[in-house]
């Protein structure tokens, strides 16, 4: 349940300490043992979902390890009971499914609710170190944005570009002679957490995208099973949900997020970034989590999500519109059945006198642009003649000019491109390993990423270009949506 609260009144606050889960959460006796337990198993390793049975052992694992210190009488219920009932609609602390193509065996993840109730109380720990200048500066840099965003004034525009040329020249000749301003240790400390606390705000962020577009959903399959009026209508209101969700500000921020995270460039510039700042010796001091290397990766998968949950609304569509135009089909033969019957009923009941004349007995109805379904095959005479044993001498080698494109080959290309970094497109791979079978090979490695969806992307948004020369020297230009190749990653224990 969504309460907004504008200003803050008894009602209102009430009604959150009772309905929603977060609250719940912190109310409850138990707390501590549920929040430490989510936020080792999710939270910290940045891991989207768990399968019943992993999390399952975990739980057990960790119960094990309470008792051991406070007595063998704390938690006393089993870890699947504990499982359950934070799964409940009263709790609403983890969120049972089953995903698709993931068998019967039941998967966990847990809601925006909770990572709110979680990142609450993680920051009423002390902290060390507390940034304020970084703060300071992301709100001018915010404020310059906007500013400079509205304004449609090109003389104050062009005012404001030579007076950032002007201080960037100013800055190039400083450098040149030497005089260059480097950050202190606590300048560098100060804006990594900055960059820590929001690289991992954006992971829960992506949990509260992904439920908006999961209610979407089931409120739409929900519309589905109870509707009953025609289907321009239900197409009407649901599409109308869709884009109201996808045109809010939350679904235009998302998109924009996405296509600018999708970009390749932008993700090695990323991993270069992280991995320099991660090294430096600054920062040995806070301990930073390594994970953080990674944390692009993380949102890229956060972010597929909520893209196959739109999916999953395209779908559910296309299947309630199968679905009517089976009934309807069905509801004709029906009617064609009845009149049938009702003809065979009366046939002996001729009337006396000719109460109606046609001049045939099917209107003969010619439409120039009319292309019929099917079309029934014209049947080929087939006439036996005797063979005799040919004299002439044909050349026999184009039998043996196939095209054989070996996949393994191919598979085995990318791998070694994802040796030394963490993602590849089919690009570089191409330049790497030029293609020797043209667009037979090309296919091919479309083929590959097709197979393999966890560790491979297909973005349609995007194109790129590739030039080949075919057998006869003659040049050849393709042009297919952008693949890019991911690195396979073990499962952390």
């Known amino acids: ?30 707390a501590p043992f549920v929040i ?85 109380v993680m920051s ?27 304004e449609a004034d090109p003389d104050v525009r062009l005012a404001e570009l030579e007076k950032r040329r002007a201080q960037l020249d100013a800055e190039i000749e400083r450098v040149r002679r030497g005089d260059i301003d480097v950050m202190d240790s606590t300048q560098v400390r100060d804006r990594f957490l900055q960059f820590s606390s929001t690289a991992r705000a954006l992971l829960a962020d992506f949990r509260e995208v992904e439920q908006n577009f999961r209610e979407l959903d089931r409120a739409v399959r929900e519309r589905i099973a109870t509707w009953e009026g025609g289907k321009g209508e239900l197409l009407e209101e649901i599409f ?18 996405w296509d600018l995270l999708m970009a390749p460039s932008r993700q090695e510039e990323l991993t270069t970034l992280l991995e320099k700042v991660l090294s430096l010796d600054a920062l040995k001091e806070l301990s930073p989590d390594q994970g953080l290397r990674r944390i692009h990766y993380d949102w890229l998968a956060a972010g597929e999500v909520a893209q196959r949950m739109v999916a999953r609304l395209s779908q559910q569509l296309r299947r309630y519109l199968d679905d009517r135009a089976w009934l309807e089909n069905r509801r004709i033969m029906q009617i064609l059945r009845s009149v049938e019957q009702h003809a065979l009923a009366v046939r002996d009941e001729q009337p006396p006198d000719v109460f109606m004349e046609i001049d045939d007995d099917a209107p003969a ?13 014209r049947k080929h005479k087939v006439t036996a003649h005797e063979v005799f044993s040919g004299e002439e001498n044909v050349d026999a080698t184009s039998l043996y000019d196939q095209v054989y494109v ?8 990318v791998r070694r491109a994802l040796q030394s ?18 667009l037979a090979e090309l296919v091919a490695y479309f083929g590959i990423a097709a197979d393999d969806p966890a560790h491979a992307v297909i973005d349609e948004s995007r194109s790129e270009r590739i030039e080949w020369l075919d057998v006869e020297g003659r040049t050849r230009v393709a042009t297919f949506p952008t693949v890019l190749f991911l690195r396979h990653r073990r499962k952390s224990a």
């Open 1 to 30: 349940m969504t309460l907004s609260v504008g200003a803050p009144n008894h009602t209102t606050l009430d009604e959150l300490r009772r309905s929603h889960p977060a609250w719940r959460l912190l109310r409850a006796d138990h």
């Open 36 to 120: 430490g337990f989510l936020f080792a198993s999710f939270v910290a390793p940045n891991v989207r979902t768990l399968a019943r049975d992993e999390l399952h052992r975990s739980l057990e694992e960790y119960i094990e390890r309470l008792r051991e210190r406070h007595g063998p009488q704390v938690f006393p219920r089993r870890a699947s009971e504990y499982l359950d009932e934070w799964a409940r609609d009263d709790h609403g602390w983890l969120r049972k499914y089953y995903p698709e193509g993931g068998g019967d065996e039941p998967h966990f993840d847990i809601t925006p609710a909770t990572e709110k109730a979680i990142e609450w």
């Open 124 to 150: 009423l720990r002390r902290r060390r170190f507390v940034g304020t200048e970084s703060r300071l500066l992301t709100i001018f840099d915010l404020l310059r944005q906007i500013v400079d965003g509205i």
């Open 240 to 257: 109308g949900r869709r884009d109201a969700i996808r045109d809010s500000d939350q679904g235009r921020s998302f998109h924009a997020f």
């Open 365 to 377: 109805v010619a439409l120039p642009l009319d292309r019929p379904l099917f079309k029934v095959p």
């Open 406 to 413: 070996d996949k393994a080959k191919l598979a085995a290309h």
């Open 421 to 438: 970094r963490d993602q590849v497109t089919l690009t570089e791979v191409v330049e790497s390993h030029p293609l020797e079978l043209g």
